[in-house]
Nanobody
Framework: DVQLVESGGDSVQAGGSLKLSCAAS????????MGWFRQAPGKEREGVAA???????TYSYSVMGRFTISKDNGQNTLYLQMNGLKPEDTAMYYCAADVFKGSWCSPHLVQEYQNWGQGTQVTVS
């Protein structure tokens, strides 16, 4: 299994920026759909953004234009650049991999992602 470790979460003021990282244990993650998800207290986990093996991104409506998902295949690392942060972005952020496909990736199909990291907390005030 691909092991995923997130980092970069922090407490920031509204309007600020953060960049999250997700380090994969090996290069095979480059073949798969990868995504960023978040879960706020008392709420269901929701998809934020996904990226396919070719590097094409897909975003949820709530973050479109503010967040950018990217990956560095050479570093086996997935990123989420978050700009214009709002208090409603406060949540635990997770990265995940769908190891059964590498295209037609969607952040909305949360249940199709099998390998998850431990999460990193983002707090916006």
């Amino acid at each position: 299994d691909v092991q995923l470790v997130e980092s970069g979460g922090d407490s920031v003021q509204a309007g600020g920026s953060l960049k999250l990282s997700c380090a994969a244990s090996d290069y095979t993650y480059n073949r798969y759909c990868m995504g960023w998800f978040r879960q706020a207290p008392g709420k269901e986990r929701e998809g934020v953004a996904a990226i396919d093996r070719a590097g094409s991104p897909t975003y949820s409506y709530s973050v479109m234009g503010r967040f950018t998902i990217s990956k560095d295949n050479g570093q086996n690392t997935l990123y989420l650049q978050m700009n214009g942060l709002k208090p409603e972005d406060t949540a635990m952020y997770y990265c995940a991999a769908d190891v059964f496909k590498g295209s037609w990736c969607s952040p909305h199909l949360v249940q199709e992602y099998q390998n998850w990291g431990q999460g990193t907390q983002v707090t916006v005030s």
